[in-house]
């Protein structure tokens, strides 16, 4: 089977990769595919919640998962079906990006929010989302104009609140946060191998859902089905 007719070829830094109608339908179907179980995962959270830290932070991570599959989903669909409409295809294109940011952030909340931390780590649950909001107020004024710039900051978002766990008297659950952001990180690769990999945008999609699936496992497990509502009085 001839692959190549799946991708179109690869184009300069500076261009947008245009995929294929198949690769195309595939980054819709790949992310298209989380909504509703990521929609159903939050609410276990919530009916699983003890207290209301743990309500607060099953809807702040719920809202930062299902909108990440919600937005890329749109703006896939949007980047397909509506490309004439170039201002708004571009507006997507920005969210779709900036989500990442949140959806970040989102993911660590449960973390920082139900875990003890050290005097000093405890301020990652605020810096956060200042740096969540920082990378908003990036992409809004340099979307896709330094890409490099783009992926570190993106990797400085994904991997610095992670060294709170270096103070966290409570060390279960790293294995899958760590094997979490192993998908991710691996991910990456297919993240910038439009036009050289068929169908690596959707690939790339894959391995977000992956990574988003073993994160949410460690949530559920450690932080609600197993916590008999571990309330810690730091906190
Ligand atoms: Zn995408």
Redesign the pocket.
């Known amino acids: 089977m001839n692959l190549v007719r799946f991708m179109n070829s690869r184009v300069p830094p500076n261009k947008r990769y245009q995929p294929t109608n198949y690769e195309h339908a595939a ?1 819709c179907a790949t ?1 298209a595919l989380w909504i509703i179980p990521s929609l159903l995962g939050s609410s276990v959270l919530h009916f699983q919640s003890d207290d209301q830290w743990e309500r607060l932070s099953a809807w702040v991570y719920g809202a930062g998962l299902s909108s990440l599959f919600i937005i ?1 989903t749109l ?2 669909t949007v980047s397909w079906k509506k490309s004439h409409l170039r201002s708004m295809e571009h507006c997507f294109h920005m969210c ?1 990006r900036m989500v990442i940011y949140f959806f970040i952030a989102a993911s660590y909340a449960p973390w920082l929010i139900l875990r003890e931390l050290g005097p000093w780590a405890c301020h990652m649950r605020w810096l956060v989302w200042v740096m969540a909001s920082f990378g908003t107020t990036y992409v809004f004024f340099f979307h896709e104009r330094y890409k490099l710039m783009e992926l570190i900051c993106y990797t400085v978002m994904g991997v610095f609140p992670a060294l709170v766990i270096l103070s966290m008297p409570e060390q279960s659950g790293l294995c899958e946060l760590l094997l979490g952001g192993a998908c991710y990180s691996l991910g990456i690769i297919f993240f910038k191998s439009d036009g050289i990999v068929p169908f690596a ?1 959707a690939i ?2 894959l391995f977000v859902a992956m990574g988003a699936a073993i994160h949410y496992y460690a949530i559920w497990k450690y932080l609600y089905a197993e916590s008999p509502s571990q309330v810690q009085t730091s906190r």
Do not use: C, M, P, Y
């Open positions: 980054n992310h890329s703006f896939h779709d945008h790339w999609h």
